[in-house]
Structures are given as structure tokens and as C-alpha cells.
């Protein structure tokens, strides 16, 4: 069995396990990250893109607040390139009005969260479509974050300070020694789905950063870390109603908030908890509660053009709490298992919120290098990482380098303006990459056609670059995925290919059959209106003319493929 060791093992490749890996590498520590999929592929790929300030807990939560808005200015500094400085609304709907605004602009204030009342003049200037009926709003400073490419940044600066990033390298197990009264985690044997070999992994310090998972992941070394999965329903509308954050004043429920994010505006969310945070569905009430709910923001969003509903499961813990997940704290948990269960060397790392994970991050590997006796500094609240000087994202950046290097016979998605250099540079620095991981790295499919004209092209292109003669050198695969998303992003289109041993691509069938069931999941709870025609367009050109249900299967099946087709029976939703 192939053996490595590390100072740190961090199990998740989401925003906490890849901030923890980089605070890791900086102090100078040996750092091993797997994830059993792609970057993001858990709940950090799968929430509605809120930068928090902190005001939706101001009142109810206000730990969870004062952390959010201190890393919200962190985060503005050291991930600048990832995040849209929108600001946002709290605002007073007629089912609003009572005391919590002025609780609200008194908590704010407790917490040091900057918060202005806006006259409605302007308000209803910046953002005309609001309901008239509004009575009072208040601007806090919220933003959008792309939670994929904060993530890809994240772990490129690990990379940069010596981490080992390995994606689709499942955990199997932990590893344990010693006895009662001296028990310990030194490891984990993880199984690399792509050659389907086990990997042992001896660390001294093992840190579970598995979200939702994570009670699952500690259950392999018989400790018992009770997550509390809370289920959140998104709707997105397929262009952006408002360009600011806009949320309801009052205590945070089902609904309340609309982030515009890219070139769609999302409208979540419920909570709702569930027993397992990969079999569950989206409800039809669920998706006419958030419709309804957003008229009350905007009048008319529930007859917009509705793009796809999507949920993702808020790793919540609270010792001992056993009701509403609506109600569990956001802040965030640290488990010291030596304290808590005996056990050495493993830490657990969940709750939070995404606008914290750095902070999260910090606060683990401070514990980690305080058990190794190690005293070295965070560095992670002032380095930034690669990209930052790009600036704030802007929304029009694509469109304009497009029309600015007449690329537009280089479009492989139309809708989200993706090139072909794109989808080409995300396959070099990813050579296990699924269509659904470039929908991750530079947005494919993710428009109002939801894969419909792009999917085929993009199958074409991941297989031709898999079949041409010749392999790309090994140092490309370090290219940068945040620079698909940098303000030259889009370089003119030069051949590139892939070595031999990526293997990963040999099953284009399924890669292309793979995708559109992930589309389809998020499609069947909206299938009305426009985006019922679109879905109806799709069926003919994939089943009336490609015959695609019909297709045979490779010969040459990898186990990664096998991997895949086991996710796709497990009825994992889909993420957005």
C-alpha cells in the first residue's frame, strides 16, 4: 500500500478544509488535504452566495454576527477577486412592521456593524423593482461571493505554501492506535478513485473538516460528533432582478432573502432538518414558499423565468440541542476530541457560516499547532491570495473581454460567455475533470439553456484533448483555475492535451449523461413556463437526435467512471 505522511491531514476539500490547509501551510506545516470529490462539491458549492455582514444575526445570534462581519473585512482584503461589493437592504415589508427594526439598527450598532437608514426616495432608485409598499430601509455592508472560485483561490495559496491538494481520494477509514486511556487518530486510509488504489496517510494531527459528513467521518473511529443537518431550498431567477443584497427586517425565516450572484438572483432559503445530508429531495411547497416569499421583496419574481432549485445541508452543531434546525447557532464549533472523547490528535472543525471559514480555519490550526507544540502565527488575515489584484468582481467583465478580443466563435457556452480556452485550461489544471467539475471552475451550464446547447461541445472538447497525440507537461497542471476568472481570462485558443495516464476522461458517454441528470435534478421542481419549453428543446436535441439514453457504454470504464455512476445512484441533489 502507498504510504505518506504529514503534520496535518485535512479531510474536505470545502471552504473550511481548504482554508485550513493554507493558515496550515503558512506556519510552515506538512499538509495533506482529500476530498472524495471535486473542490466544493459539498455545501460550500451548494448555498445562495452571501457575503454576510452579519446583520441577519444581529439580533437573534449576535457571536455569529460579530464574526461575520469581522471577516467580512478580512475577506474584502485577501479574497477581493471573489467577492462583488453589492452592499445590502434590510428592508420593512407591511408583514414586517413592529420593534425589530429598532432592535435591529441596536444590535447593528452593539456589534459594529455599519448600518445607515436609506431614505426610500433613494432606495427605490437604486433598486426600482422593490415593493412599494416598503416602508423603511437599511443599508449594511453585505456582499455576493463565488464561494467555487474563493475556494480554487484558497487552495492554490495552499499549494503555493507546500500543501498537498488530492481530490477523489475518499476517506475509507480512520486510522486509530493505542488503548483505552491512550487512544489516537494517526491517519486515515483514503482510496484514490481514479487508479483505485488505497493510500495509507499517517499525520499527526488529523482535522475533520467534512461538513455535514463530518459525524459520519468521525463514526470510523467510533466517536460520535452529532451534526445537525439542516436542508436550505434555493430558487434562482434566470437574470438579476436587483444588484443589491436585499433581505427582510426581521428575525431570519424561510424566504427572506434575494442575492443577485453572476448574471442570476437567488431567492432563499428554507431549513428544514433532515437525517442524511445526501438522500433527500426538494418539495413542491418548498419552491412555492420561496416564490411566494420573494413577491413579498419584489412583486412579480414568482412569475419571472425560474432557472432551477437547488439545496444544500448547513453542517449546524449545538451540544446537546435537539430541536428546529431554523433555531441551532450559526457560530461556529471546534471539537477537541482529546478533551471531549479521549481521543488524540483529531479535531473537528464545523458550524459557521461560508463568510467565516477563514476564521474557522484559524481557530483549527491554532489548536493543531498548540497540541504540537508549535507557536507560529496566523498569516491568513493579511496574505492575500492569488488574484486579489484583479479587483472587486465586476459583472461585465466576460462580455467585454469577448467582444474586446472577438472571441465569439470561441464560445462554448453562449450563455455564461465560457470559451474554449477555458474549458481547455480547467481540464489542463484538473486532469480528473468532470463536465460537472467545469461547471464549478468556469460556470458551463449554468445559464438559461442549463447545458442544453454547451454540454455536447464541451464532451467534444474534454475527449479530444484526451485523444490527441502528444501529453501536456506536468507543470501545467499548476496553472491557475482563478485565472479563468481574472480580467484576462480568456486567452486565444492554442492546442493543448492531455498525458496519457488521464484516464479519467475515457468514458465521454457517461461524463455527458452525468451532467445532464445533475441539470435535470435541479430542473424537475421549476418545469413550467419558459424554462419548460427550454427543457423540452433539450430533449429533443439530446434524446430526439443524439439518441443519448441510448448511447453505448466505453469499454475502457476507469474506476473514477465507476465512482461516478455509484454517486449518481446514491440520489445525491444537485448543487446549483
Known amino acids: 500500500m502507498k504510504q505518506m505522511t504529514a503534520d496535518l491531514l485535512v479531510i474536505g476539500g470545502g471552504s473550511t478544509g481548504t482554508g485550513v490547509a493554507w493558515d496550515a501551510a503558512l506556519r510552515g506545516l506538512r499538509v495533506v488535504l482529500v476530498e472524495r470529490r471535486d473542490l466544493t ?61 429598532a432592535r435591529f439598527q441596536a444590535a447593528c450598532t452593539k456589534v459594529g456593524i455599519p448600518c445607515t437608514e436609506v431614505p426610500l426616495r433613494e432606495a427605490f432608485r437604486r433598486e426600482p423593482l422593490l415593493n412599494p409598499r416598503i416602508s423603511r430601509v437599511f443599508e449594511v455592508p453585505d456582499g455576493a461571493a463565488d464561494s467555487f472560485l474563493a475556494t480554487h483561490a484558497t487552495a492554490q495559496a495552499a499549494r503555493q505554501a507546500g500543501a498537498q491538494i488530492l481530490v477523489y481520494h475518499e476517506v475509507v477509514a480512520l486510522l486509530t492506535a493505542g488503548g483505552e ?94 437525517a442524511d445530508p445526501e438522500r433527500f429531495g426538494i418539495e413542491p411547497w418548498e419552491v412555492a414558499l420561496m416564490l411566494s416569499e420573494g413577491d413579498k421583496l419584489v412583486p412579480g419574481l414568482s412569475r419571472a423565468r425560474i432557472l432551477r432549485a437547488w439545496a444544500g445541508v448547513r453542517p449546524l452543531y449545538q451540544e446537546g440541542y435537539s430541536g428546529d434546525s431554523r433555531d441551532v447557532t450559526r457560530a461556529l464549533a471546534l471539537l477537541d476530541h482529546r478533551q471531549r472523547d479521549g481521543v488524540s490528535g483529531f479535531l473537528t472543525i464545523t458550524g459557521g457560516k461560508w463568510t467565516t471559514f477563514r476564521l474557522m480555519a484559524e481557530k483549527t490550526v491554532d489548536k493543531a499547532c498548540a497540541q504540537l507544540g508549535i507557536d507560529r502565527a496566523c498569516q491568513t488575515a493579511s496574505t492575500p491570495v492569488p488574484g486579489v489584484e484583479q479587483g472587486h468582481y465586476w459583472l461585465g467583465h466576460r462580455l467585454h473581454e469577448v467582444e474586446e478580443a472577438q472571441l465569439q466563435g470561441d464560445l462554448v457556452c453562449e450563455c455564461e460567455l465560457v470559451t474554449r480556452a477555458m474549458v481547455e485550461q480547467a481540464a489542463v489544471n484538473n486532469p480528473t475533470v468532470t463536465l460537472d467539475d467545469l461547471r464549478r471552475d468556469v460556470r458551463l451550464g449554468m445559464g438559461p439553456c442549463q447545458g442544453g446547447f454547451c454540454t455536447f461541445r464541451a464532451a467534444g472538447i474534454l475527449q479530444e484533448l484526451r485523444a490527441a497525440p502528444g501529453a501536456a507537461e506536468s507543470a501545467e497542471a499548476e496553472w491557475s483555475v482563478a485565472y479563468l476568472h481574472s ?90
Open 487 to 576: 480580467p484576462r481570462h480568456h486567452l486565444q485558443h492554442r492546442p493543448v492535451t492531455l498525458a496519457p495516464s488521464h484516464k479519467a476522461l475515457d468514458n465521454p458517454n457517461l461524463l455527458l449523461r452525468d451532467f445532464l441528470q445533475e441539470r435535470w435534478r435541479g430542473l424537475t421542481p421549476v418545469l413550467w413556463g419558459r424554462q419548460l419549453k427550454q427543457e423540452r428543446l433539450d430533449e429533443l436535441i439530446y434524446l430526439g437526435i443524439m439518441n443519448i439514453d441510448h448511447l453505448p457504454p466505453d469499454s475502457d470504464r476507469s474506476p473514477l467512471t465507476e465512482f461516478w455512476q455509484q454517486g449518481a445512484q446514491e440520489g445525491e441533489v444537485s448543487d446549483g
Open 181 to 274: 486511556g491512550d487512544r489516537r487518530v494517526v491517519g486515515a486510509q483514503v482510496r484514490d478513485v481514479v487508479r483505485d488504489e488505497l493510500i495509507r496517510i499517517e499525520a499527526s494531527i488529523t482535522v475533520n473538516a467534512g461538513g455535514a459528513w463530518a459525524g459520519k467521518l468521525a463514526a470510523t473511529a467510533g466517536i460520535s460528533v452529532r451534526v445537525i443537518p439542516g436542508k436550505g431550498v434555493m430558487v434562482a431567477v434566470n437574470h438579476r432582478l436587483v444588484n443589491t443584497v436585499v433581505n427582510r427586517c426581521k428575525m431570519p425565516a424561510d424566504g427572506d432573502i434575494l442575492v443577485p450572484v453572476h448574471t442570476v438572483a437567488i431567492i432563499g432559503t428554507t431549513d428544514e432538518r433532515v
Open 41 to 101: 462539491h459539498g455545501t460550500t458549492g451548494r448555498y445562495h452566495g452571501l457575503l454576510h455582514s452579519g446583520g441577519r444575526y444581529a439580533v437573534k445570534d449576535p457571536q455569529s454576527a460579530l464574526e461575520c462581519i469581522e471577516e467580512n473585512r478580512i475577506l474584502r482584503r485577501t479574497h477581493t477577486h471573489c467577492i462583488e461589493d453589492t452592499s445590502g437592504f434590510f428592508v420593512v415589508t407591511p408583514e414586517d412592521e413592529g420593534d425589530y427594526p
